[in-house]
């Protein structure tokens, strides 16, 4: 698993780190029962201090996505946030048909979102 950071962000940095987890679980690189490597492994990685990555790793814990255990490390327990958006996508699309838009055309406002 590779978690990237950007150095020009305002976000702090264990707010990005606990979004690399979530985007790596949303991509499907991480998966429910998957285990995340030691914070220290992750740390050092990243050039960070351990307890930025402890403090993302709570975040995530306190959210209900990762388990984290003394000995054991952080276990991927849900995948809440690949479901929740397959929802949000769902419904989206169903307003959308209802609504008479065309495909691309909702293509071209989750685009426009995005930027």
Do not use: C, F, W
């Not at 048909?97 to 685009?111: F, H, M, Q, S, Y």
Request: proline letters at 3%.
């Amino acid at each position: 698993m590779l978690l990237r950071l950007d150095t020009t962000s305002d976000a702090p940095i264990y707010a990005q780190i606990a979004a690399a987890v979530r985007r790596a679980i949303a991509d499907g690189e991480l998966a429910r029962g998957d285990r995340l490597p030691p914070a220290r492994d992750l740390a050092r990685a990243l050039d960070v201090n351990m307890h930025t990555v402890l403090r993302g790793l709570a975040v995530l814990r306190d959210e209900g996505t990762i388990e984290m255990r003394r000995g054991r490390g952080a276990i991927v327990v849900s995948d809440a946030v690949r479901s929740g958006l397959k929802r949000l996508v769902g419904e989206l699309v169903a307003e959308s048909r209802r609504n008479g838009l065309k495909p691309t055309e909702i293509l071209a406002l989750v685009e426009e979102e995005l930027r």
